[in-house]
């Protein structure tokens, strides 16, 4: 069996889900549609503006369906009518409903990032660094009605930097999503796909990040808010308060031999503001105060000075 015989639908949203897009594209495959959010205002002019994989269907002519609610019955005949063989799902960001699921014959593929059973959920990227993984990678899985429970095909994984951010990870997992649906393409096609069960014993959850998640606690240890702030970098985005000012801080790292009240300045220089923690000292890179934008350190302290001892309030 060869890619172009599939009948495929593939289904995705934002950034992350272009690369494995771009991948069955190469490789052939017979994309009968693609399914996407709604258009979204976007920007201050509030224009609609369309997600990217939209854009980049578009571009290579395959037809392409928005429905708001994909449970709608109308949304599922329409659905039906393209009689799939194979979804592929990549942060669509709509469930499945079961109607959908049981259509396809070589059922519904998702490439989630992480090591499956660890970090089920909308944000494991994020999740994995704030926890301090070294390692996280993507798993593609046999979807079911379950939240990232279904069987296990194809797991690559890779190291995580110790000053990566989310959004610096997110790019280098976009890329390894099109490898482990490329491999778990290609063993489709040569029969030779095995799906494995997962261990809910193992599993972990990773909830969608709010903004509240980002308000640091100078009483943890440096090393615990240095992964904080990484894994929330671009976004929410991880913060203090200055003199009643939300102060968004990034570009940090660890210095074990500083000491001292947790949120409270211990330097200001061009290389970084040390704050101390409940352990050791968090230095700061890039801040950000309200309507300004980030700053790297020297350049922030031009503007506004921060003399030892000001205090940081979580």
């Not at 942060?91 to 259509?103: F, N, R």
């Not at 980030?294 to 506004?304: C, E, K, Q, S």
């Amino acid at each position: 069996m060869q890619p172009e015989q599939i009948r495929t639908v593939f289904m995705g949203t934002p950034a992350f889900a272009l690369a494995t897009l771009e991948g069955l594209i190469a490789a052939g495959c017979n994309l009968v549609g693609v399914y996407t959010q709604p258009d979204r205002p976007k920007g201050r002019g509030k224009k609609l503006a369309p997600p990217p994989v939209k854009e980049l269907a578009q571009q290579h002519g395959i037809p392409v369906f928005q429905p708001q609610k994909l449970r709608a019955p109308e949304a599922v005949e329409q659905f039906k009518a393209l009689q799939p063989e194979l979804i592929v799902v990549v942060a669509y960001g709509q469930i499945l409903p079961k109607a959908v699921l049981d259509i396809p014959g070589h059922g519904c593929i998702n490439v989630h990032a992480s090591l499956l059973p660890k970090y089920r959920g909308a944000a494991p990227i994020n999740q994995a660094i704030v926890d301090g993984e070294s390692e996280t990678g993507i798993t593609t899985m046999l979807m079911d009605v379950g939240l990232d429970t279904g069987d296990m095909l194809v797991k690559l994984s890779l190291a995580i930097g110790a000053n990566e951010t989310a959004g610096q990870l997110h790019d280098r997992l976009a890329l390894l999503g099109r490898e482990a649906m490329e491999e778990t393409l290609k063993r489709l096609c040569a029969g030779e796909l095995v799906a494995e069960k997962q261990d809910d014993a193992l599993s972990t959850y990773a909830p969608m990040m709010k903004k509240e998640d980002g308000l640091i606690d100078w009483s943890q240890p440096a090393a615990a808010i240095h992964n904080l702030v990484r894994g929330l970098d671009p976004w929410p985005g991880a913060y203090t308060h200055l003199a009643g000012d939300v102060l968004k801080i990034a570009d940090t790292s660890v210095d074990e031999t500083l000491s001292g009240a947790p949120g409270r300045v211990l330097s200001a220089a061009a290389d970084g503001v040390r704050v101390a923690c409940g352990e050791g000292a968090l230095v700061v890179g890039q801040l950000q105060l309200p309507g300004k934008k980030r700053l790297a350190a020297a350049d922030f302290l031009r503007g506004r000075d921060l003399p030892v001892g000001t205090r940081m309030e979580s």
